[in-house]
């Protein structure tokens, strides 16, 4: 998927100084991708069964446009990166499923310190799979096997450098940013003005809601 750095300043109050250098990004079709800087692994799938509530990692996403995910009034909002950004944390949890077909690298998304799950469902209406945040536990998603979450399970896609991010219930349908200060959103088209890879950045000592661990 080519990148297009095409869109100016956004309008979004916080503070932070991390500098995004640009990075080169392919059609996740063709499997290609600019080498970059090695990311550390988000293995989760690979952990301890016996914890209950296994502690996720944080993550802010930064798409190949140099766009970053900020939340405003309850939507993720994708603007480009500026000092005075402060983009969203995202706490990523392995999710554990009985199915077969599940064995691979799934997990539960979250942002609000872990109170608002990205979840994706079909809308009637417009007749096609969107992204919504609900509130919902971290810890109840993770010990809910005999629940149906699988609206808020994600398949962590790598993209060389990079993840997509694509929908376990909703198959070819990933998380994927456009324009500037516009919601993020899934999309089925890939390329063109469509960016579904996105580079993990992680994140230390962040704040853990008390609900997020509570039974």
Same mark, same amino acid.
Request: hydrophobic letters at 30%; charged letters at 30%; a negative charge.
């Given at each position: 998927?080519?990148?297009?750095?095409?869109? *100016?300043?956004?309008?979004?109050?916080?503070?932070?100084?991390?500098?995004? &250098?640009?990075?080169?990004? *392919?059609?996740?079709?063709?499997?290609?991708?600019?080498?970059?800087? $090695?990311? %550390?692994?988000? $293995?989760? *799938?690979?952990?301890?069964?016996?914890?209950?509530?296994?502690?996720?990692?944080?993550?802010?996403?930064?798409?190949?446009?140099?766009?970053?995910?900020?939340?405003?009034?309850? %939507?993720?909002?994708?603007?480009?990166?500026?000092?005075?950004?402060?983009? &969203?944390?995202?706490?990523?949890?392995? *999710?554990?499923?009985?199915?077969? @077909?599940?064995?691979?690298?799934?997990?539960?998304?979250?942002?609000?310190k872990g109170e608002l799950c990205l979840c994706c469902e079909m809308d009637k209406k417009k007749g096609q799979p969107v992204l919504q945040l609900k509130e919902q536990k971290l810890s109840w998603?993770?010990?809910?096997? %005999?629940?149906?979450?699988?609206?808020? %399970?994600?398949?962590?896609?790598?993209?060389?450098?990079?993840?997509?991010?694509?929908?376990? @219930?909703?198959?070819?349908?990933?998380?994927?940013?456009?324009? &500037?200060? &516009?919601?993020?959103?899934?999309? @089925?088209?890939?390329?063109?003005?469509?960016?579904?890879?996105?580079?993990?950045?992680?994140?230390?000592?962040?704040?853990?809601?008390?609900?997020?661990?509570?039974?």
């Amino acid at each position: 998927m080519s990148c297009q750095a095409e869109c *100016a300043g956004t309008q979004v109050d916080s503070a932070d100084g991390e500098e995004v &250098e640009a990075q080169g990004c *392919a059609d996740p079709a063709h499997g290609s991708i600019e080498p970059g800087p $090695s990311l %550390t692994s988000v $293995s989760l *799938a690979n952990a301890d069964p016996k914890v209950k509530y296994p502690k996720p990692q944080t993550f802010t996403f930064h798409d190949c446009d140099q766009k970053v995910l900020v939340l405003n009034k309850r %939507t993720l909002i994708a603007v480009h990166k500026k000092p005075n950004i402060h983009p &969203e944390t995202f706490y990523v949890l392995a *999710a554990r499923t009985s199915s077969a @077909d599940d064995k691979e690298n799934l997990v539960f998304l979250a942002v609000s310190k872990g109170e608002l799950c990205l979840c994706c469902e079909m809308d009637k209406k417009k007749g096609q799979p969107v992204l919504q945040l609900k509130e919902q536990k971290l810890s109840w998603l993770s010990n809910s096997v %005999t629940k149906d979450v699988k609206g808020f %399970t994600f398949y962590r896609r790598d993209r060389g450098s990079r993840h997509a991010l694509e929908s376990a @219930d909703h198959k070819g349908w990933f998380i994927s940013t456009r324009h &500037e200060n &516009e919601a993020v959103r899934m999309t @089925d088209k890939l390329g063109g003005e469509e960016f579904t890879d996105f580079k993990f950045m992680e994140v230390s000592n962040t704040p853990t809601s008390p609900r997020e661990v509570s039974e």
